[in-house]
């Protein structure tokens, strides 16, 4: 039983220091942060029990209806409910391009994409495995998921940006959907030297 805490606690330092990573990274990339949401979604379910056909935390999750779940939470995006059909949506990017978020789909059952995955970064990946049967944290460089890795597919499409148009004299406020956190304000004067 002791080892199993400190692997649970081990498992969690690794969550955490993940998050941070890709929350940091994210929070660069796109205001919205929809990456990052993503990810911190998914490892928020870690240790969910497996249940074939299952789309929720109370009664559990298969590959899919975790991918699903985490999507509809997060991005109200509702997507298939097998993986095959989720493996048509979007577009396909290399395992160089994943970016967190992104999802990553094995052929686990004898048949391509017959699971999906969320990517979180650093080659690692949360998904919701029948065998030993909890949401879990794996990499794609484990023996078992490289032989069988399918490919990915990104379905997170990114907004597209606003164009600001003023006319002259005109002065701009703070774009009500743009977060405004992590931004100072900066001064109408600056100090003289």
Same mark, same amino acid.
């Given at each position: 039983?002791?080892? +199993? ?63 699903? +779940? ?14 095959? !059909?989720?493996?048509?949506?979007? +577009?396909?990017?290399?395992?160089? !391009? ?9 052929? =686990? ?17 949360? +998904? ?9 944290? !794996? ?31 005109? =002065? =701009? ?21």
């Amino acid at each position: 039983m002791g080892g +199993h805490r400190r692997s649970w606690a081990g498992g969690i330092s690794v969550v955490v220091a993940l998050a941070v990573f890709v929350v940091g990274v994210q929070a660069q990339e796109r205001p919205d942060g929809a990456r990052s949401d993503v990810v911190v979604q998914a490892l928020s379910l870690l240790g969910t029990p497996y249940h074939f056909g299952g789309s929720s935390p109370d009664v559990g999750f298969d590959c899919s209806g975790l991918v699903r +779940h985490v999507f509809a939470s997060v991005l109200e995006r509702d997507l298939p409910r097998r993986s095959e !059909e989720i493996s048509g949506v979007g +577009h396909s990017v290399t395992r160089a !391009e994943l970016q967190p978020g992104d999802l990553v789909f094995f052929d =686990t059952l004898r048949r391509a994409f017959s699971h999906v995955a969320i990517y979180i970064g650093e080659g690692r990946f949360v +998904h919701a495995p029948a065998r030993n049967g909890r949401v879990r944290i !794996e990499g794609l460089d484990d023996r078992y998921w490289a032989t069988r890795f399918n490919g990915a597919r990104r379905v997170m499409a990114p907004r597209p940006a606003r164009a600001m148009t003023m006319t002259p004299g005109e =002065t =701009t406020t703070a774009d009500a959907s743009f977060p405004a956190s992590g931004f100072a304000t900066l001064p109408e004067r600056l100090p003289e030297p």
